[in-house]
């Protein structure tokens, strides 16, 4: 027999499953759209070559490539030739939507307007190892401006975010922002080369689930680090770990939330300034950050902004403010949405460099957050249809397909049984589909142009004329 589970870290969803996905997918949509952001849609699978060296090592790692095929890869594998798997392969799975975004913006140039505000909700694939909210095929939710430098943009990005999860029912929060000029800045002054400074933000990432000493084990295993300039990025871990008080359960935070992180944010900035020195370059990512959480203190953003200075996200084409949200407890600590600026990211796809600046929600982590918590509204839909239409005989047919097209016609949702059995059966299936009323068309009522309408939750039956049947369903 053979085995009829997805292959492992992709998933099969039933109706109930679908049902909220398309429920916190409309909020999502309806957001985006109520801050001026218009849909875009790009193909699954992309060339290779548009993919590659824009992740950085561990992404090209993770990518689903696609073998050549027919005449090309047979011709390659009889010549026997073969140095490296790129060879076979010429096409991959979609690994983010930032990248094919990109593409886009280079290819439809001269069709977009200047200032292009675009989201997306589409599957991505990734070669990762399957986890709790990690999974080889899942969806993200992108939201990208395209056009500006302005900071402005990150300020509505994050505003939007935020009213997102406000309105899915998420109370407690943080947006985590830092800025990679400033870590560029920090890696300087520590000693470690420009050429290695992007392996070195792909470690200083892991600081939270690896630890200070891993990290800098780590970059020392890799030949990155001399012992002083170990020691110089060791004391600026140690300066920039602040804990807030403990998380007291409460559901809504309060105006000692929003003083404290206020406070934290301005002692970590001014610590930084004097760490880096006035010549450093990384005091231009200090100013980024002051802007931003300027910005977003009237937004739907506001009192949610925490300044953390190692945060680093591992993708290589960041290049200005890099933002990550998580939940403010401990029973799900995980990171529901990030992105940052990548300004130089469109320019390798043509001749000009266009400033850009996205966020990516995480649908497969908010999704089991609000299900482990019970978030979801009472009345979204659980049923298929209003209404089933019964069967009496195969010659009586085409009354039931008359009567379904009248309530259809309603606005009502139908659903017609396909076979003429025992009505026993047919308002068992009705309780299997969950539907909430049955209309049993005999003989008898098609000779009086009435239906018998019964109520499944209740039992209760009466023979009505159709309009009358309408009308109840309708309420």
């Known amino acids: 027999m053979s085995n ?64 050549k095929r027919g ?42 307007p200047k200032f292009f505000k675009r989201y997306q909700i589409q599957p991505v694939w990734r070669a990762d190892r399957p986890a709790r909210g990690r999974f080889r095929e899942f969806y993200q939710c992108d939201v990208d401006a395209i056009g500006s430098k302005s900071m402005i943009v990150e300020a509505e990005l994050l505003s939007a975010v935020s009213e997102i999860l406000q309105k899915l029912g998420f109370k407690r929060f943080s947006i985590l922002l830092n800025n990679r000029k400033l870590l560029q800045g920090i890696l300087e002054v520590c000693g470690i080369h420009p050429d290695h400074q992007s392996v070195a933000l792909i470690s200083l990432d892991k600081l939270d689930k690896i630890g200070k000493d891993s990290v800098l084990q780590e970059l020392s295993d890799r030949e990155l680090l001399n012992e002083k300039s170990i020691d110089r990025l060791g004391e600026f871990i140690d300066a920039t770990r602040v804990i807030g008080e403990a998380y007291d359960g409460s559901d809504e935070e309060d105006e000692n939330d929003y003083k404290r992180r206020k406070s934290i944010n301005e002692s970590l900035l001014e610590n930084l300034t004097l760490f880096l ?20 203190n009237k937004s739907q953003a506001s009192g949610k902004m925490s300044f953390f200075p190692t945060l680093a996200r591992g993708l290589a084409y960041y290049t200005g403010a890099i933002f990550e949200i998580g939940l403010d407890d401990e029973e799900s600590p995980l990171s529901i949405a990030g992105g940052g600026r990548y ?105 009086e142009n009435k239906v018998t309408l019964k109520n499944m939750k209740t039992g209760e039956q009466e023979t009505i004329s159709v309009d009358e049947a309408v009308l109840k369903l309708k309420d």
Not at 90 to 106: E, K, N
């Open 71 to 112: 005449e090309k890869l047979s011709k390659k594998i009889e010549s026997g030739d073969i140095k490296n798997e790129n060879e076979l392969t010429d096409l991959a799975l979609r690994y983010d939507l930032t990248v094919p975004l990109a593409r886009v913006v280079a290819n439809y140039k001269n069709d977009l």
């Open 343 to 447: 300004d130089g990211l469109i320019g390798m796809f043509g001749k000009e460099e266009i400033p850009a600046v996205g966020l990516s929600l995480g649908l497969e982590r908010i999704l089991l957050i609000m299900e482990e918590r019970g978030m979801f509204p009472d009345d979204l839909p659980t049923r298929a249809a209003d209404v089933l239409l019964t069967l009496w005989t195969e010659e009586t047919a085409g009354e039931s397909l008359k009567l379904a097209n009248q309530l259809r016609q309603n606005g009502l949702r139908v659903t017609v049984y396909p076979e003429a059995d025992k009505l026993g059966k047919q308002f068992k299936y009705a309780d299997q589909i969950n539907a909430p009323f049955v209309c049993v068309i005999g003989e008898s009522e098609i000779a």
């Open 277 to 296: 020195g006035p010549n450093s370059s990384g005091q231009l990512g200090v100013e980024g950050i002051k802007q931003i959480l300027d910005l977003t």
């Open 4 to 67: 009829t589970n997805p292959a492992r870290g992709m998933r099969d969803f039933l109706p109930d499953q679908v049902r909220k996905r398309e429920y916190v997918i409309g909020v999502i949509k309806e957001v985006y759209e109520k801050y001026g952001f218009e849909p875009l849609e790009t193909p699954t699978i992309e060339n290779l070559s548009t993919l590659t060296n824009k992740y950085g090592e561990e992404g090209d790692q993770l990518m689903y490539k696609i073998l």
